[in-house]
């Protein structure tokens, strides 16, 4: 059991998480800041420095051997940059050049939040052992990682396996990416709720839940509209597996996130309709799991990157400075 550790980031567009994370998993001296992504750059780059500055002060710091950063996106993880789509203020923003203010020449790894979630359910959580697996997110948008030939595969930039900007309907509504049709467009949660209310689904109660988890206790009760706004979600979700895995084999897709809380509301018909559109011998049979990890998925996923591919750290040339 080795003693060292490493610091495990987590950007996203409502918190920002950090850790000190064991070779074993276990998150040590957490740490979280709300998100301030309406406010300015530096703003938001502040409440990620009070993450980093409170794990640098923390007794174990001096055990700390890497730092793993997972942010939403998109990423350049060749120069360091970020731009995710809900912080506004960051557009080709120097994220890595800023945390080395505080971290001096420590490596550091930054990767997207879905190749990061990947990361963490092959070391230590649903795809633990599968050499080629899809690690996906379905919340307020969609997002995943890829796991191939038991490698995480991050792409050049680092934004591999965005599989919520796979086109699925070429006649869909325009998605904010620019595309037509998107899987996010469709299967996220915010879009579940968008057509379930368009379709005339109510909460039960005036006051009631209108988000895709009201969506899916009505789903559980057997109403219609809820019904199929799930399985219209399942069905994108299912399309986009299906044109994955025929491009790298895959043998189990993990799903994660808020939606994946729904349980066999999601989960039914996104295994039914995958046995409908994954038909090539190849690709038959995919396992599709719930993550594991919950919500610590992009803690243990930034520190796995650490721990598991550390061809994936930046110099400080690469980085900007």
Known sequence: MTTDLVAAVDIGGTKIAGALVTGEGELLHRVQRPTPAKESASDVL?????????????????????????????????????????????????????????VGELPVALVGDGAAIAAGEHWRGAARGRGNALCMVVSTGVGGGLIVGDRLYPGPTGNAAHIGHISVDFN??????????????????TNIA??????????????????????????????????????????????????????????????????????????????????????LPYVRGIDVVPAQLGTDAGLVGAAAVCWTAPDTFLSRGAAGN
């Open 46 to 102: 502040r409440a990620v420095t009070e993450v980093v500055t409170s794990l640098v002060g923390t007794p174990d710091w001096a055990r700390v051997r890497a730092l793993g950063i997972g942010s939403a996106g998109p990423i350049d993880a060749r120069l360091g940059t970020v731009s995710p789509v809900n912080i506004p203020a960051w557009r080709e923003f120097p994220l890595v050049e800023g945390v080395r203010k505080t």
């Open 172 to 189: 869909g509504d325009l998605c904010p990416c620019g595309g037509r049709g998107c899987v996010e467009r469709i299967a996220s949660g």
């Open 194 to 279: 968008r057509y379930a209310l368009a379709a005339g689904w109510r909460p039960a109660a005036p006051d009631g839940d209108a988000t895709a988890a009201g969506v899916a206790v009505s789903a559980a009760a057997g109403d219609p509209v809820a019904l199929e706004a799930f399985d219209r979600s399942a069905r994108a979700l299912a399309a986009g597996i299906a044109a994955t895995a025929t491009l790298v084999e895959l043998e189990t897709v993990v799903v994660g996130g808020g939606v994946s809380q729904s349980g066999e509301v999601l989960f039914a018909p996104l295994r039914r309709a995958l046995g409908e559109y994954a038909t």
